[in-house]
Every structure is written in structure tokens, then in C-alpha cells.
């Protein structure tokens, strides 16, 4: 599992660190600058229209083989200043599994995680498909994710602006590391910071001064929208999701909705801000409808070197 560091031990205890977002859901305010006026607009307005479009046109049916369509992507990037102790480093990257959205998900992850072994395992949030309501089922489905997961230093984690506190102490049961607005030193000379987003970015911006330098430092971001902070802080490696690159794209793979303020090109796939790397995954479940057009689910391995 992931190794305790000299930074763990001053880091208080997991309800301690999730009492900001705990207080965020009993006061209901869970979503950043507005976006529970867009999310109710979504799901009272745009989804109901767009089910009934999908299913007239007879499309519905091809969403939802499509949503089960795992890609495994690889990517080989190169970085000058990595430790050699790092070359050759393998980190396998899930995102927005919304495990409980789409039926037959569980069993395609299961299928595939175990011939996948990296040397250590992010997930960059969004575990539930719903943003209320009871998450017993997504805590089974992920026990089930988690147990399938190979991987020598284990698993990090952060939540998403679907996830509750609650997932994340559940998360940490199955032996899953959770970052909220820390970092920690995961093996020698790599550093993990790990944003709790519905906090925004002061937090953040805390933890990222956690980081030594002179180390390979990756930053575990729900959304792409931190991404100044995080290379400012001399991040190395950018991991997040949240916008699924669309899920609902024209031919092309051209997105009608990205759900982030930031500029498009960080909306999907490999990136650069100054000299940190980028990458926003498509996710591997569905959000709002459990269908997929012109952009399939993912799951990512990253081959370091130097």
C-alpha cells in the first residue's frame, strides 16, 4: 500500500479532513460558482428531451452498448528531470466510473483491470451516478473494482462533485488512500496532491506547497479548471476528468457539452500548460444518461520515462 511519510503523520485524521465537505452537503451547497442552477436545469430540462430524441430516433439502444465499450488507452510520455528510480513507471488513471449508472459496467471493469498491473493506481472521482440519495450500492460495486485493481503501491484517491463523504470513508475501508487537499510521498521521489474541488482552489493551493522540490510531483484534480495552480506549484503531471470529452459527441468526436470553464484543448486527452503535462480522461461510466456516442469509455496507463 501506499507508503506513510514523515507529511502523513502531521495529516489529521480522515473525518477531520472531510469536515469542510460535510459541512458543504448539510448546508447543500456541494457545487461550484452556480452549477447546481445548471445541473437542475440539466436534469429537469435538457435529459428528459434528449432521452425522448435518443429513444425516437432509435438510437438509445446503440448509447448503451456504447457506454460498455472499454478502450484501454496507453500513453508513453517522457519527462527530463524524472527519477531514475521512476523510469520505466507504470500508473494506471480510472475516472468517473459513476459505477452504479450503467448496468454490466462492473463486470467489464472486473474483466479488464487484472491484466492491467501498474505500479500504482489513481482515481480521480465521481464513484455514484446521482448526486443525492443513498450510495450502498456504489460502495458494493467499487468493492468489486477495488478488489479487481493490481497494484504494487496500492490505490489514491479523490472524490468528485457526485461523491459524499461517506464514499470516501468506505473508499479508505477497501484499503484505498484518500487525498483531500494533501499530499503525500507515495515512493522515493514521488509526490501526490490530491484536490477536494467542492472546497475549490485555496486548498488546493495549500496542499501543493506540502511538496518538496527536486521530486516527481503529480496532482490528482477532479476537473481541469486547477490546472494554473498546479503547474505554477512545479507539478509535473496533471491527472482529472469530470467532462467524460463530451460523452455525447458529433462524428469527429466533437463534444456538445464539456461541463468545464476552462479552455476546450484541456477538456480531453493529453495536454500541456507551461511545462506540466495534462491529461483529462473521457471516463469510464456515464453521467445523466448511461450512453455514449462518438466517444468511448476509457481507461488509462501511463508508461513514465525519462
Not at 83 to 102: N, Q, Y
Amino acid at each position: 500500500m501506499i507508503r506513510i511519510t514523515t507529511a502523513d503523520l502531521r495529516v489529521s485524521s480522515l473525518e477531520e479532513r472531510l469536515l469542510p465537505r460535510r459541512f458543504a452537503e448539510s448546508s447543500g451547497n456541494t457545487h461550484r460558482n452556480g452549477a447546481s442552477r445548471v445541473l437542475y436545469y440539466c436534469h429537469s430540462v435538457i435529459i428528459p428531451v434528449l432521452r425522448f430524441g435518443l429513444k425516437a430516433a432509435g438510437l438509445y439502444p446503440r448509447g448503451k452498448r456504447n457506454a460498455l465499450d472499454l478502450h484501454v488507452r496507453h500513453h508513453r510520455l517522457r519527462f527530463p528531470d524524472l527519477p531514475a528510480s521512476l523510469d520505466g513507471f507504470r500508473l494506471l488513471h480510472l475516472s468517473d466510473l459513476h459505477i452504479d449508472g450503467v448496468e454490466g459496467l462492473t463486470e467489464a471493469l472486473c474483466g479488464l483491470l487484472p491484466d492491467l498491473p501498474a505500479d500504482l493506481c489513481v482515481l480521480t472521482g465521481d464513484y455514484r451516478f446521482h448526486t443525492h440519495g443513498p450510495s450502498d450500492e456504489v460502495h458494493a460495486r467499487m468493492r468489486a473494482v477495488v478488489s479487481a485493481i493490481r497494484s504494487r503501491l496500492g490505490i489514491a484517491a479523490i472524490l468528485g462533485n457526485h461523491d459524499t463523504a461517506g464514499i470516501a470513508v468506505e473508499l479508505e475501508r477497501m484499503g484505498v488512500r484518500m487525498l483531500i487537499n494533501e499530499s503525500v510521498e507515495v515512493t522515493d521521489r514521488l509526490w501526490l496532491t490530491g484536490a477536494d474541488d467542492i472546497e475549490g482552489s485555496a486548498p488546493f493551493a495549500d496542499a501543493l506547497r506540502q511538496v518538496p522540490p527536486a521530486v516527481f510531483h503529480v496532482a490528482l484534480v477532479h476537473t481541469p479548471q486547477f490546472s494554473a495552480e498546479a503547474e505554477s506549484s512545479g507539478a509535473a503531471l496533471y491527472l482529472c476528468g469530470h467532462t467524460h470529452a463530451g460523452q455525447i459527441c458529433l462524428p469527429g468526436g466533437v463534444p456538445l457539452i464539456t461541463n468545464a470553464t476552462c479552455p476546450k484543448k484541456y477538456t480531453s486527452g493529453l495536454w500541456k500548460h507551461g511545462g506540466m503535462v495534462g491529461f483529462t480522461s473521457a471516463g469510464a461510466g456515464c453521467c445523466m444518461l448511461p450512453v455514449r456516442y462518438n466517444c468511448p469509455p476509457e481507461i488509462t496507463v501511463f508508461h513514465l520515462s525519462r
